[in-house]
């Protein structure tokens, strides 16, 4: 699986392009220290919009996990 962030960098929103991922796949959005900035327990069809209120500059990763735990996919996101 592909997930595509843009812009990147971003300064107030970034928008992800999501595959047609399995059901029960989750994502959340960590710091370069892995604590989890944003966490979605159901994502969306198609495209993710991440709105920065709340998330510090520098860089991050989007993460979208499997039902079981397993990493599907990954992006780096950063946010001026």
């Known amino acids: 699986y592909q ?6 960098p971003a ?3 970034i928008t992800i392009d999501l595959p047609d991922l399995p059901k029960g796949a989750t994502a959340a ?3 370069a220290e892995g604590k989890a900035l944003k966490t ?8 993710l919009h991440i709105e920065r209120s709340g998330i510090p500059a520098g860089a991050s990763v989007f993460v ?12 780096p996101v950063i946010f001026r």
């Open 3 to 8: 997930v595509r962030p843009y812009p990147v």
């Open 11 to 13: 300064t107030a929103q």
């Open 29 to 31: 959005l960590l710091s």
């Open 40 to 47: 979605w327990p159901a994502l969306p069809k198609n495209q």
């Open 64 to 75: 979208v996990c499997a039902a079981n735990g397993g990493i599907l996919a990954s992006a």
